[in-house]
């Protein structure tokens, strides 16, 4: 019986969560990030948690964690110079993606410049075609010729994405090796290696993505390994991935998209536990950190998983969690266009020089700022007292943006609050559309630094039921990364009509699916645990654009059921859309296999029942909804099971500050979670 110990690495601040397989006990933190030094604030954290609670790093026997770095990059567009070189003919595979107008809603929307504008965009002589057959051979000239154009726009790295390789990727790995003699450390990707699904733009666009923050992935996962063997952690470490498991260090190097999304995954794999534990059926996780605004749903304590997540602007077609992400977050930047109009993100103070009123330098005015100014945050210690909050700096820092707009610092303030509030609106409302959500039948469950800051806003302009704040809601990314499984999706493309002659493939694509599964969990990742294997297939009507994942029983496949599948895509596409048509055709395109082995899980503590009424710690002043409000200030730890109260009001704890508006009340149940729902009117 050892520690087990899991880390969320944000943009601003790094969060701790430490469980002791004693007495399933867990213990938590959170420290600065240091995006300036990757691996120090994991040798600050864990030096801390061996001063303060006599934790010895020898004696972590399991180490995962969850970063944000992949994302950031992404959303900041601060991954590096690439190049993509793409079958002859097929060079406008990124310009052309998909011609969806995105936002559809907004009149004024444009769609995303692309990661890798098209005068990086170089044509490769070559042929494969759809069933997988070399119909020419690469063209070592039109390479060279490639090359030298990729040396003269200074390119880091090269993405190869050819026409029909996920049939084959012979011709991608011949360049690939070509480049590796005429160019030497230049790193190389190639789509089919990376993910391997039919259409270009989707495997094109992740393949992109997951090359365009690679090095910034591969430097910081260096640096974190260097900083735990310096610390004498025996464990290896495991990352956390996009699809809600985890994996380890030699995987996430080799494929970084399916990461893009570790730490917002681990975030709702940790709401989720919370949910299913306390028996709230329908919450929308809101995990707010420094850079962004995460958002996903959960049904029965379930997250929901799909593929096209949005990340930034772009979509990521790989196996995750369903999550929204959106370029807001409590480091978000304020600013006056030119125009005269204020704006707020997308970019982000980060943790160094941060927010202004964080006293580290940071002149530029953010949310934190705004909340900081009208006297919502700063009544306590913050980030578990790494952080004092200096007010002062808060309202020079709107000041100086308010004085050009001709307004008051607590106006300039407020309206920072609203646009970004704004600016989570309608993505969220995108998010519940998408699902067909009725938002009064859901709860928030916010957390990370920002989430309880801002969740009670978001919630009253969305109608939504309520706001759920969990015990330790500043880390619960954190804990969701020590509880989640070790996890794995593999892939195969079979494209054909689903008959009786489909039974035997069914059966030998599944067994090499099966022999990869367990060869990676078995062998490359040492489990020797329980396991489940999940079977599912992509399936369409023929003449469909598009296909429905349909899960899929062993016995369907062992059996050559064929006629079963077929009967569970009819009740599929009948749930999805109200029809389907058992006289049609129905095509198989992608057969899929999700791997998972058990972790262990903590207990969740019980609070005492409170023997009185709630007492507050003290009164404030705060600037609410054009008014300036007296209002309590509760403290988190003082509060018991039963305890109510009504707002406006402020709950702090050492990891994050809870706002309650007027017209909500609050409820603390006996998991210790702040119920928060709006007072009939």
Known sequence: MGLRVGVDIGGSFTDFAVLDEKDNSVRTLKVLSRPDKPGAEVTEGLSVLAKRDGIN??????????????????????????????????????????LKIAPIHNLYGRRPEPLIPRDRVFAIDERMDRDGQVAREVDTQSVHTALAEVRRHGCDAVV???????????????????????????????????????????????????????????????SFEKALADMGVPAAPRITKSNGGVMGVAQARAECVQMVLSGTASGVIGASYVAARCGMPRVLSLDIGGTSADVAVIMEGQPQYGTGEVVGEFQIHIPSVSVTSIGQGGGSIAWVDHHGVLKVGPDSAGSNPGPACYGRGGENATITDAYAAVGLIGHGQLGYNSIHVDREKATAAIGRLAEPLGMSVFETAENIMRIANSEMYADVSALL?????????????????????????????????????PPTPGVLSALGGLIADLKNDFIQTVYREVDASVAPVLRAAFNDLKQRALHWLQGEQAFDGDHTLTFSADLRYLGQSFEIETRMEPGWVSDGDVQAVVAAFHREHERLFGH??????????????????????????????????????????????????????????QLCAGHRFD???????????????????????????????FIPS
């Not at 990727?169 to 690939?176: F, I, L, Q």
């Not at 160019?183 to 495997?203: H, Q």
Request: aromatic letters at 8%; proline letters at 6%.
């Open 57 to 98: 790093p020898g004696d972590i026997g399991y180490f995962t964690h969850g970063t944000t770095v992949g994302i950031n990059a992404v959303i900041q567009r601060k991954g590096v110079k690439l190049a993509l070189l793409a079958t002859k003919g097929f060079e406008d595979v990124l310009e052309v993606a998909r």
């Open 160 to 222: 190869i994405s050819f026409l029909h390789s996920y049939r084959n990727g012979a011709n991608e790995r011949a360049v690939k090796a070509l480049l590796a003699e005429l160019a030497p450390g230049l790193p190389v990707f190639c789509s089919s290696e990376i993910w391997p699904i039919i259409r270009e733009y989707e495997r094109t666009i992740t393949a992109v993505i997951s090359g365009y923050v690679q090095p910034r992935v591969d430097h910081y996962l260096t």
């Open 433 to 469: 559309s998408r699902f067909g959500i009725d938002p009064r039948e859901f709860q928030f469950l916010a957390f990370g630094g920002a989430g309880p800051m801002m969740a009670c806003y978001l919630a009253r302009e969305l109608n939504m039921q309520g706001v759920v704040v």
């Open 580 to 637: 389907s048509d058992t006289t049609a055709t129905v095509q198989l395109i992608n057969l899929r296999l999700v791997i998972a082995g058990a972790t262990p899980k903590p207990v969740l503590r019980e609070l005492p029942d409170a023997t009185g009424a709630a007492k507050a710690a003290g009164q404030i002043e705060a600037y609410v909804d054009g008014a300036t409000r007296t209002m309590p200030v509760y403290h988190r730890a």
């Open 647 to 677: 707002g406006p009001a402020v709950v702090m704890q050492d990891d994050c500050t809870t706002c309650v508006l007027p017209g909500m009340a609050v409820e603390v149940d006996r998991w210790g979670n702040l119920i928060i729902s």
